[in-house]
């Protein structure tokens, strides 16, 4: 059963035509065919990994040239059996982050915690979702939010949370409420949430450029076919008591 | 060391520090303080990062990262993080299924229902 799955083949090094690490992974997927429509839904099919491994069976029949063994010397443990991958922790290249190839997802806004949301927001911004998660690297996918002005928040926040900016010159300092802030510039609400949750820095920075909030239930961004956000708190929901 | 071993490790510095010798060598000295330290840093940083992959490999599969671990100690799987964080990038179906020995073996903390009004009680 799945229990045995032997060692040995995730220790092996990728052979010139990769079948000893991926016969094991072949029985598995056998094993999986009848569950692979579940497994389907919850991975995303245009991870970048998964092309990386059929790229290698192909450039192993046509780009990497067959080295003789006397001549195996002449060349690098790369060359001869393409990049290791079980030794070196991933990386990923510029092909693998591309900007029109990020998934864009949709959140309602409308009564719903203000904190919670911007959390899982900030969470998919940042990949923190994907396996192939990288600190350095701009990873995470686009989100739109909608019905911004209709954010809830519980307690007495909507009177009393305060929201200061200051102009840097004495004497400038500027205090709102949550209430007035939100018949002002509603969207400022989600982007302060999300902003203090995401990295500061330069990459926190770029990456807040990939939140898109809107006041209506209107977005101009159809043609990227958002999907909705999968949240799974189940606090969020704003209950009037 | 002498100006020109500095000047070597000095490459790429900013400003004077690459070019006079009294900043490269506070600069180049520090480079190696750093290095050095960072030697060290460079595995915890690099286990850090695996457990991160891990916890969000796992958490697609509706697991998270402390009883997927406790699962695979219990059945005494001797794989290290990376290892399953490269299994969770690039062979996902072999890692879904550890994810469910894992799970057979712990399911983990399941969450006891509150129980209302009489019932707490008895």
């Known amino acids: ?241 | 060391m002498n100006k020109d071993k500095i000047f070597k490790l000095a490459k790429g510095f900013r400003g004077r520090a690459k070019n006079c010798i009294r900043i490269a060598r506070e600069r180049v000295e520090k480079a190696l303080q750093y290095s050095y330290r960072d030697r060290r840093n460079k595995k915890r940083d690099m286990r850090s990062l695996w457990i991160e992959r891990i916890n969000a490999g796992t958490r697609l599969h509706g697991v998270n990262y402390g009883n997927f671990m406790h699962g695979l100690m219990k059945e005494n799987i001797q794989l290290n993080r990376k290892v399953l964080s490269e299994l969770a990038m690039h062979e996902p179906y072999s890692f879904k299924a550890l994810v469910n020995v894992s799970r057979t073996t712990f399911p983990g903390n399941k969450a006891v229902p509150k129980k209302e009004g009489l019932s707490s009680i008895l």
């Open chain 1, 1 to 241: 059963m799945a229990t045995t799955i032997p060692t040995s083949a995730f220790i092996a090094t990728p052979h010139r035509c990769s079948t000893g690490r991926s016969s094991a992974i072949w029985v598995q997927k056998a094993q999986f065919s009848a569950s692979s429509s579940s497994l389907g839904v919850s991975l995303s099919l245009k991870r970048p990994s998964l092309r990386l491994v059929s790229v290698r069976c192909e450039a192993n029949g046509a780009g990497m040239p067959v080295i003789p063994a006397q001549e195996r010397w002449m060349y690098e443990e790369s060359e001869i059996n393409g990049p290791d991958i079980w030794n070196k922790t991933w990386y990923p290249k510029a092909a693998d982050h591309v900007n029109t190839e990020k998934t864009w997802y949709i959140v309602d806004a409308s009564d719903k915690i203000l904190g919670r949301m911007a959390s899982t927001i900030a969470n998919y911004i940042r990949g923190k979702n994907l396996a192939t998660y990288t600190p350095s690297v701009d990873m995470g996918a686009y989100v739109i939010v909608i019905n911004a002005e209709k954010v809830a928040v519980s307690g007495q926040k909507r009177s009393q949370k305060l929201y200061r900016r200051h102009s840097g010159r004495p004497g400038g300092m500027k205090i709102e409420t949550f209430d007035q802030l939100q018949k002002r510039i509603p969207e400022r609400i989600v982007e302060h949430a999300v902003r203090g949750m995401l990295p500061k820095g330069r990459l926190g920075r770029t990456l807040f450029t990939h939140l898109k909030v809107y006041k209506g239930s209107e977005h101009p961004h159809q043609a990227q076919k958002p999907i909705p956000l999968p949240i799974r708190d189940k606090r969020i929901q704003f209950v009037k008591k």
